[in-house]
């Protein structure tokens, strides 16, 4: 069974695809075209898909996009009514109208905010793409309750609805086919349900508690549910306009950051100051029972007013959305580019601690839900890689898997798996409930849940009725496992288990995943070029290169990086996600603490106060950081340990923390042994890995990595085992 997964017509338009269980190929359309979290169709990374899998679109079974409009609509209905009334009835003047049969469709329409808005989307800052919001550094209010405003969102929203609704007519027109030749059997996938079942069907657990905690997706903030098998049970949501993501977005927004993405920055700001403004905060996100929580909304426009949202074949662009009374509280809005104040770095440092007041509120919850330990996360505040390194510290979790495409990339494969459980077992046994209200859940759970779940047979029977998967298949649980099996040797297999063992108290699971099926545990999807491919370019380019061996290769590249020289290293597939994991990273020495100075000025243009972060070998992860669960994607910040600091300052964030990507030989063998490389020379068994690219989205292609090369002063960059320095041709 193929099936094909795809965002669109949101940030970071992302495609995936999946055969008979195993991720085949992911990758973001703004690797292809070059726009920084492009929103538009993945026109380019649906032929990249299909072209790494071998096949046609006319060979594809389903097709997935993680955006289903109809979702949640009775709700939507009910917010729409009243916002509509509530518009109606502050317009001097005009004339009352009911809502009356086309309720449902402006119910869709004034709501789409609600199914498109991810906040936190990624790191990094967005490119300007000239249609900024801000203008001087104050904001131009779209949308802001006039009538135009209201029909020029109605208007992109019918629109963006529309596409969403017409995949079939959108995928065959992207790539030039007739209707006709797509055979596959097309699905809505809801956005939180994509989210989860990313976090789920390729992690290494059978049976885990998930999170999905993120801006908007139909009409969604936040979802969290149980996984078992290839179930999934829906346990508690938070409905629009409450959002964590939201809040962030908006303090982002205020603190002068207007870009989509920027959140990132915000994170990194937070170590510099006191969260004096903590109170404003609890005031701003209000904690409820059951893990629920509610925003004071007199601090934003999105539920009143609408936020213009532009999702069109461009970097996303959202505008306003926090009100008047952020000002009133904390003073004027600081303008871009202005020189941050205390006010600035304690609003950023106020804003995260609440943020992870909240996430920890909720997923203490989750674990009173479920009794488990091992946990899914998900979502675009799952970028939030700050609030993910205490969640062992503030929760009983002891297993944390974070979809390395946390983010709505990852909903490409959340739809995929989502289809895949799906379809795999017969569709008589396959529901889809919506949750009415929290106290319809917890009324719902007390006869459905019993304390912890029980492990093994019989998860499914009594639940289905509430999860949007089947209860599990025993035979083609088994089936599966012996397709997978087929696919890897024992000492293959054999590998996993230590990584999992390395947690401690977390071997109670090492063997689920074996029980089930593909487990991600990089996030290498991407493309990958041959050495032929790699040296034509390089010849195209005139530039001299040499050739080195396997071993040589990851010797020379340590030897380079430990006598200072800015080094990119572009090897095997791109990686899936926002971080670059050593395979479209620029390395450095992390013991030089003038190095982040040398990268900003020499290449990456950055804010100073950004960190930049570590990769160590999995083995060392405990002599220098003060937690030592496997971070392998780069979502994880952990203190390091004060003896240690010193030692690598260029990794060593204000506060004393870094953002590891732990590395082990199993899952990236090469940065491995470049890494093993640096120890052997240094002692010090971690770089400094940023990742390859200019204020743009990261290099896909050789050619991508060689103008990026070319336009900076990086001084080796390695293409494979190829080898091309500055020096060779500059002196
Ligand atoms: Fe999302």
């Given at each position: 069974?193929?099936?094909?997964?795809?965002?669109?017509?949101?940030?970071?338009?992302?495609?995936?695809?999946?055969?008979?269980?195993?991720?085949?190929?992911?990758?973001?359309?703004?690797?292809?075209?070059?726009?920084?979290?492009?929103?538009?169709?993945?026109?380019?990374?649906?032929?990249?898909?299909?072209?790494?899998?071998?096949?046609?679109?006319?060979?594809?079974?389903h097709?997935?996009?993680?955006?289903?409009p109809?979702?949640?609509?009775?709700?939507?209905?009910?917010?729409?009514?009243?916002?509509?009334?509530?518009?109606?009835?502050?317009?001097?003047?005009?004339?009352?109208?009911?809502?009356?049969?086309?309720?449902?469709?402006?119910?869709?329409?004034?709501?789409?905010?609600?199914?498109?808005?991810?906040?936190?989307?990624?790191?990094?800052?967005a490119t300007?793409?000239?249609?900024?919001?801000?203008?001087?550094?104050?904001?131009?209010?779209?949308?802001?309750?006039?009538?135009?405003?209201?029909?020029?969102q109605?208007?992109?929203?019918?629109?963006?609805?529309?596409?969403?609704?017409?995949?079939?007519?959108?995928?065959?027109?992207?790539?030039?086919?007739?209707?006709?030749?797509?055979?596959?059997?097309?699905?809505?996938?809801e956005?939180?349900?994509?989210?989860?079942?990313?976090?789920?069907?390729?992690?290494?657990?059978?049976?885990?508690?998930?999170?999905?905690?993120?801006?908007?997706?139909?009409?969604?903030?936040?979802m969290?549910?149980?996984?078992?098998?290839?179930?999934?049970?829906?346990?508690?949501?938070?409905?629009?306009?409450h959002?964590?993501?939201?809040?962030?977005?908006?303090?982002?927004?205020?603190?002068?950051?207007?870009?989509?993405?920027?959140?990132?920055?915000?994170?990194?700001?937070?170590?510099?100051?006191?969260?004096?403004?903590?109170?404003?905060?609890?005031?701003?996100?209000?904690?409820?029972?059951?893990?629920?929580?509610?925003?004071?909304?007199?601090?934003?426009?999105?539920?009143?007013?609408?936020?213009?949202?532009?999702?069109?074949?461009?970097?996303?662009?959202?505008?306003?959305?926090?009100?008047?009374?952020?000002?009133?509280?904390?003073?004027?809005?600081?303008?871009q580019?202005?020189?941050?104040?205390?006010?600035?770095?304690?609003?950023?440092?106020s804003?995260?601690?609440?943020?992870?007041?909240?996430?920890?509120?909720?997923?203490n919850?989750?674990?009173?839900?479920?009794?488990?330990?091992?946990?899914?996360?998900?979502?675009?505040?799952?970028?939030?890689?700050?609030?993910?390194g205490?969640?062992?510290?503030?929760?009983?979790?002891?297993?944390?898997?974070?979809?390395?495409?946390?983010?709505?990339?990852?909903?490409?494969?959340g739809?995929?798996y989502?289809?895949?459980?799906?379809?795999?077992?017969?569709?008589?046994?396959?529901?889809?409930?919506?949750?009415?209200?929290?106290?319809?859940?917890?009324?719902?759970?007390?006869?459905?849940?019993?304390?912890?779940?029980?492990?093994?047979?019989?998860?499914?029977?009594?639940?289905?009725?509430?999860?949007?998967?089947?209860?599990?298949?025993?035979?083609?649980?088994?089936?599966?496992?012996a397709q997978?099996?087929?696919?890897?040797?024992?000492?293959?297999?054999?590998?996993?288990?230590?990584?999992?063992?390395?947690?401690g108290?977390?071997?109670?699971?090492?063997?689920?995943?074996?029980?089930?099926?593909?487990?991600?545990?990089?996030?290498?999807?991407?493309?990958?070029?041959?050495?032929?491919?790699?040296?034509?370019?390089?010849?195209?380019?005139?530039?001299?290169?040499?050739?080195?061996?396997?071993?040589?290769?990851?010797?020379?590249?340590?030897?380079?990086?430990?006598?200072?020289?800015?080094?990119?290293?572009?090897?095997?597939?791109?990686?899936?996600?926002?971080?670059?994991?050593?395979?479209?990273?620029?390395?450095?020495?992390?013991?030089?603490?003038?190095?982040?100075?040398?990268?900003n000025?020499?290449?990456?243009?950055?804010?100073?106060?950004?960190?930049?972060?570590?990769?160590?070998?999995?083995?060392?992860?405990?002599?220098?950081?003060?937690?030592?669960?496997p971070?392998?994607?780069?979502?994880?910040?952990?203190?390091?340990?004060?003896?240690?600091?010193?030692?690598?300052?260029?990794?060593?964030?204000?506060?004393?923390?870094?953002?590891?990507?732990?590395?082990?030989?199993?899952?990236?063998?090469?940065?491995?042994?470049?890494?093993?490389?640096?120890?052997?020379?240094?002692?010090?068994?971690?770089?400094?890995?940023?990742?390859?690219?200019?204020?743009?989205?990261?290099v896909?292609?050789?050619?991508?990595?060689?103008?990026?090369?070319?336009?900076?002063?990086?001084?080796?960059l390695?293409?494979?085992?190829?080898?091309?320095?500055?020096?060779?041709?500059?002196?």
């Open positions: 069974m193929i099936i094909l997964g795809i965002n669109a017509y949101h940030g970071d338009a992302a495609a995936a695809i999946v055969r008979d269980g195993e991720l085949i190929a992911a990758a973001e359309e703004e690797r292809f075209n070059r726009i920084k979290h492009c929103a538009g169709f993945p026109t380019e990374a649906v032929r990249y898909c299909l072209r790494e899998a071998g096949v046609g679109i006319e060979d594809v079974d097709v997935g996009i993680s955006r289903d109809s979702a949640h609509l009775h709700k939507k209905v009910l917010f729409a009514a009243r916002r509509v009334v509530g518009r109606r009835q502050k317009a001097e003047g005009r004339r009352q109208q009911a809502v009356g049969s086309k309720q449902y469709e402006l119910a869709t329409l004034l709501t789409e905010e609600a199914d498109e808005t991810s906040a936190f989307p990624a790191k990094g800052s300007n793409n000239g249609t900024t919001p801000f203008q001087d550094g104050s904001f131009a209010v779209h949308g802001n309750g006039n009538g135009k405003g209201l029909f020029s109605i208007r992109n929203r019918l629109a963006n609805a529309a596409k969403v609704r017409d995949l079939p007519e959108e995928l065959s027109r992207a790539l030039g086919i007739s209707r006709e030749k797509l055979r596959a059997r097309f699905h809505n996938v956005h939180h349900h994509a989210h989860l079942a990313s976090s789920f069907f390729v992690s290494p657990f059978r049976q885990a508690a998930l999170l999905s905690i993120d801006g908007f997706g139909d009409f969604i903030s936040t969290w549910a149980v996984g078992e098998g290839n179930s999934i049970k829906i346990l508690g949501q938070v409905e629009y306009p959002s964590t993501g939201i809040v962030y977005t908006a303090t982002t927004q205020f603190l002068g950051f207007p870009h989509y993405g920027d959140e990132g920055k915000v994170m990194g700001l937070a170590p510099y100051g006191q969260p004096r403004y903590i109170e404003e905060f609890r005031d701003i996100i209000r904690t409820e029972p059951h893990g629920q929580f509610r925003l004071n909304l007199d601090y934003f426009r999105h539920h009143a007013e609408g936020v213009d949202m532009t999702w069109d074949n461009g970097s996303p662009v959202i505008g306003r959305i926090f009100s008047e009374q952020y000002a009133h509280v904390f003073g004027p809005p600081r303008a580019g202005a020189a941050l104040t205390d006010r600035d770095r304690d609003i950023a440092a804003l995260q601690l609440r943020l992870e007041e909240v996430g920890f509120h909720i997923l919850h989750l674990h009173e839900q479920t009794g488990l330990t091992d946990l899914g996360l998900s979502g675009g505040v799952a970028y939030n890689s700050v609030m993910n205490k969640i062992l510290l503030h929760t009983p979790f002891r297993r944390v898997y974070v979809q390395p495409a946390a983010g709505d990339s990852g909903t490409a494969i739809a995929c989502q289809i895949w459980n799906q379809f795999r077992v017969p569709s008589s046994e396959f529901r889809v409930e919506e949750l009415s209200s929290p106290k319809d859940t917890e009324n719902r759970l007390q006869s459905a849940i019993i304390h912890p779940l029980p492990l093994g047979e019989g998860w499914g029977e009594g639940l289905s009725s509430s999860s949007f998967a089947p209860s599990p298949n025993p035979s083609q649980r088994e089936a599966n496992h997978r099996s087929s696919r890897q040797t024992e000492s293959e297999l054999g590998t996993r288990n230590p990584k999992l063992e390395a947690s108290s977390e071997l109670e699971t090492r063997n689920s995943k074996l029980e089930t099926s593909y487990v991600m545990e990089g996030a290498y999807t991407g493309p990958e070029f041959s050495d032929e491919e790699i040296r034509n370019e390089l010849r195209l380019s005139n530039l001299s290169f040499e050739t080195y061996s396997d071993e040589e290769v990851t010797r020379y590249a340590a030897r380079d990086i430990a006598d200072g020289f800015v080094v990119g290293w572009f090897q095997g597939r791109m990686e899936f996600g926002p971080r670059a994991l050593g395979n479209r990273s620029i390395v450095v020495d992390p013991r030089r603490a003038d190095m982040k100075e040398i990268l000025e020499r290449i990456k243009k950055r804010e100073p106060f950004r960190p930049f972060a570590p990769s160590i070998l999995e083995e060392h992860v405990g002599d220098y950081f003060e937690q030592t669960h971070a392998p994607t780069m979502l994880m910040v952990y203190q390091i340990k004060p003896e240690r600091r010193a030692e690598i300052p260029a990794v060593t964030h204000v506060d004393g923390s870094g953002r590891l990507q732990t590395v082990t030989r199993e899952v990236n063998p090469r940065y491995y042994q470049l890494i093993e490389d640096f120890y052997k020379l240094t002692g010090v068994p971690a770089v400094l890995n940023t990742s390859f690219n200019e204020n743009e989205p990261i896909c292609t050789p050619r991508d990595a060689i103008e990026c090369f070319l336009k900076t002063k990086m001084d080796v390695y293409l494979g085992n190829h080898c091309v320095r500055r020096r060779s041709f500059e002196f």
